[in-house]
């Protein structure tokens, strides 16, 4: 069974930077093809893809936010992690992550996390 | 910027069938964008219906299926249950791996 759950600070002030960690389980970031993505949705609005690192380390990034946008991966510990810097009230959505694997780009979701920035 | 397209609404009867469509601003979506297909209810994460232009996940209901259609990606509801009221988004992969969402499609049965 796969699953995967965020974490993260549910607030963040304007200018400090969001690191939010995607947990999973019920498959491995370290075979050949898979990758884990995060996306993004403001409320009542679309959803915007952010970022993508594949099982060989291989790193995407929206090219909106690419100076903002960092992603990493813990095999050992499956977990991905992103921080975005600068944050700003227009950064608030709900961020997921989700499992690619080959060109089924994002089968498995987790619930998603709602970050609001606000002083 | 890329941008992909998607019918803001479209309404169907119970019973009917309808097409949504995804189209990107590069010129005609083919098989080499591998669209994706999502259903999202509020309040729910979105769930994978299609990925690959056709390919149905093991949970997708079969009157769901996906297709190129005039230069665009398209996901065709047959037999339209109450149930399948929702906003859907198309996902298509561009070359480097760059992944663009299209807007959304809110599908009202009525």
């Known amino acids: 069974q796969i699953t995967l759950k965020e974490s993260g600070p549910t607030l963040v002030k304007p200018t400090q930077t969001l690191t939010l960690t995607c947990t999973f389980s019920?498959?491995?970031?370290?075979?050949?093809?898979?990758?884990v993505g995060w996306i993004r949705q403001p409320p009542g609005k679309a959803l915007e893809w952010l970022a993508l690192?594949?099982?060989?380390?291989?790193?995407r990034y929206s090219p909106s936010l690419k100076s903002r946008l960092t992603i990493t991966k813990d095999t050992s510990k499956n977990q991905v992690v992103l921080t975005m810097t600068n944050m700003d009230p227009v950064d608030t959505a709900t961020y997921y992550c989700?499992?690619?694997?080959?060109?089924?780009?994002?089968?498995?979701w987790g619930q998603g996390t709602l970050v609001t920035v606000s002083s | 910027q890329t941008v992909v397209t998607q019918e803001p609404s479209l309404t169907v009867s119970p019973g009917g069938t309808v097409t949504l469509t995804c189209a990107s601003s590069?010129?005609?979506?083919?098989?080499?964008?591998?669209p994706n297909w999502f259903q999202q209810k509020p309040g729910q994460a979105p769930r994978a219906l299609i990925y690959?232009?056709?390919n149905k996940h093991s949970w997708t209901p079969a009157r769901f299926s996906g297709s190129l259609l005039g230069g665009k990606a398209a996901l065709t509801l047959s037999g339209v249950q109450p149930e399948d009221e929702a906003e859907y988004y198309c996902?298509?992969?561009?070359?480097?791996?760059?992944?663009?969402f299209g807007g959304g499609t809110k599908l009202t049965v009525l």
């Open positions: 989700a499992r690619l694997s080959g060109y089924d780009l994002a089968g498995y």
């Open positions: 019920g498959f491995s970031l370290s075979t050949s093809g898979v990758g």
């Open positions: 690192i594949y099982w060989n380390d291989d790193k």
């Open positions: 590069t010129g005609a979506v083919t098989s080499g964008y591998y």
């Open positions: 690959s232009t056709s």
């Open positions: 996902l298509l992969y561009y070359g480097g791996a760059q992944l663009v």
